[in-house]
């Protein structure tokens, strides 16, 4: 099936975090489809990448440098954005960072710092892009969560709080603009597995080995690629699709948090809690 033809020609479609990953994905097969871009990333060479990937399939896009984390900045940037093509149609709120450690060993400001980006970073897209998806005519919101907005995992308490309340937020939002009668949809987005640089970029708590844990992700949880999430991605934002679970078994994690209710920490808990590395105390 050509994409082109089903839904994305033409319309102008905004990607964040686009300097790596899902999002650079998204934009590359967002512009194969015939879409108009808006990319933004806080890492100036990888955006610079992803640029240079769409010049070479002849879809030049707008690119900036964003950190989706300040609000003023994000809300010139939509204006910004709505000046420079007419209208914004679509947005994809994908930037994401992640931390390692427990409650006990973090710290207020580690929470605050992935907070900041994985969900007020999709409340702060989502809002000032709003107005102008909703005059579009024919718009889309994805937020980006996680398989961890689902069920929740020792040592990933700021990480699971920030993609829960992506997952509450977006959910309340397509509710919203189905009652109001805006012609937007809403997508929430669960990857699981897939390879990116986010385990790469990640944080931690003091004395936990953060490359360990990394090289535990990238070598052994992450199976799937990014642009095959991407494919999915938009296979669900063609069918206006509430819900898409993306990458190696977030199906069936889906299927077992639904059928055991929090009976799945007795079987998730111990099994991660085995997999993480051990902290070293004498830092």
Do not use: C
């Not at 929430?188 to 944080?203: D, H, K, N």
């Amino acid at each position: 099936m050509n994409m082109a033809d089903v839904g994305f020609a033409g319309k102008v479609a905004v990607v964040t975090g686009a300097g790596s990953g899902i999002g650079a994905e998204l934009a590359v097969a967002l512009a194969r489809a015939g879409a108009k871009l808006a990319i933004s990333d806080v890492n100036l060479a990888g955006l610079a990448a992803t640029e240079e990937r769409l010049k070479a399939i002849g879809s030049p896009a707008r690119a900036d440098r964003l950190d989706v984390s300040d609000r003023a900045a994000v809300l010139a940037y939509a204006d910004e954005v709505r000046d420079h093509y007419g209208s914004v149609h679509q947005i994809y709120n994908n930037a994401g960072v992640a931390f390692f450690g427990e409650i006990e060993n973090s710290e207020f400001g580690d929470f605050e710092r992935v907070m900041n980006v994985n969900y007020w970073g999709v409340v702060n897209g989502t809002k000032a892009f709003l107005p102008h998806v909703i005059a579009s005519g024919a718009g889309h919101i994805v937020n980006v969560s996680s398989i961890w907005g689902i069920f929740a995992v020792p040592g990933q308490s700021a990480y699971n709080s920030s993609k829960f309340a992506v997952r509450g937020f977006t959910e309340a939002l397509r509710q919203e603009m189905t009652l109001a009668h805006h012609p937007v949809g809403v997508t929430v987005v669960y990857p699981s597995g897939v390879r990116t640089a986010i385990a790469r970029t990640a944080t931690g708590a003091q004395g936990l080995d953060v490359k360990e844990l990394a090289d535990l992700f990238d070598n052994k949880l992450a199976k799937g690629s990014p642009e095959a999430a991407a494919r999915t991605i938009l296979k669900g934002v063609r069918k206006n699709k509430a819900k898409v679970l993306v990458g190696p078994g977030a199906r069936m994690f889906d299927v077992v948090v639904r059928a055991t209710g929090s009976g799945y920490e007795r079987i998730f808990g111990p099994l991660t809690g085995r997999m993480m590395p051990k902290m070293d105390t004498k830092v």
